[in-house]
């Protein structure tokens, strides 16, 4: 499953398949970004970060791809579980040392068994 | 060993009460900030706070008063509560690095104004 455009504010996906999660982002000057995942009642956590210098940062099940150059971040959810149901946001650090992170208006993800 | 803590988690109250909101952190950040959560998930940022020093000040009522008495604490004082102010608030921390300023949040405090 994959939510195209600026924002989907919804992505449904079947279990076992990937996600793949959109952000664009306002701030060309933007040097850090980093992916939250927000389940239910909780906090959001920290997912996987990458820096302006990358395009692309793997993690555990994760991948984030940067695109500098139509400022776009997506996040890549491999084998999609239960657990993987939450909203997730995307945040910007204008620049790596800037205290303001700035967050999307977040992607519901919801996992069909 | 939470990280970052904050009470009370739910909190329902009259309009035109004042209450408070704790927050403390075991992190050793230099760093702390209070988010307020819409609900349409929007998180905006509210206050931060470094080593006990006010950096960012958002659009917010002045009704709204964070207070930092050290680095590990920063509260959330809220006078004269009104409907509009019901949301989720989110204590965070971080310790800002040439690297990226990675936050760290707390659970959320539900807040409903009646």
């Known amino acids: 499953g994959e939510s195209v455009g600026l924002h989907l504010p919804t992505l449904s996906v079947q279990e076992g398949d990937n996600s793949i999660i959109n952000c664009a982002y306002s701030n060309s000057a933007s040097d850090y970004f980093i992916w939250y995942k927000q389940e239910s009642g909780k906090g959001p956590q920290f997912i996987i970060d990458i820096r302006s210098n990358m395009d692309k940062r793997q993690g555990q099940r994760v991948t984030v791809l940067l695109n500098k150059t139509v400022k776009h971040l997506s996040l890549q959810i491999a084998a999609t579980q239960p657990g993987d149901s939450a909203v997730y946001f995307c945040?910007?650090?204008?620049?790596?040392?800037?205290?303001?992170?700035?967050f999307g208006a977040g992607t519901t993800v919801t996992v069909r068994a | 060993d939470t990280a970052v803590s904050q009470t009370p988690k739910y909190l329902v109250t009259q309009m035109g009460n004042d209450k408070s909101i704790k927050c403390e952190q075991n992190l050793g950040h230099d760093t702390m900030y209070w988010y307020k959560q819409d609900s349409k998930k929007f998180l905006k940022i509210m206050f931060s706070?470094?080593?006990?020093?006010?950096?960012i000040n958002e659009t917010v009522p002045n009704r709204f008063s964070p207070k930092s008495p050290d680095k590990a604490h920063l509260n959330l004082h809220i006078n004269s509560l009104e409907l509009g102010d019901s949301a989720v608030y989110f204590c965070?921390?971080?310790?800002?690095?040439?690297?990226?300023?990675?936050?760290?949040f707390g659970e959320g405090s539900w807040l409903t104004v009646v």
């Open positions: 706070y470094n080593n006990k020093e006010l950096i």
């Open positions: 965070a921390s971080s310790q800002v690095r040439s690297s990226g300023n990675t936050i760290y």
């Open positions: 945040a910007e650090n204008e620049s790596a040392g800037d205290y303001k992170l700035s």
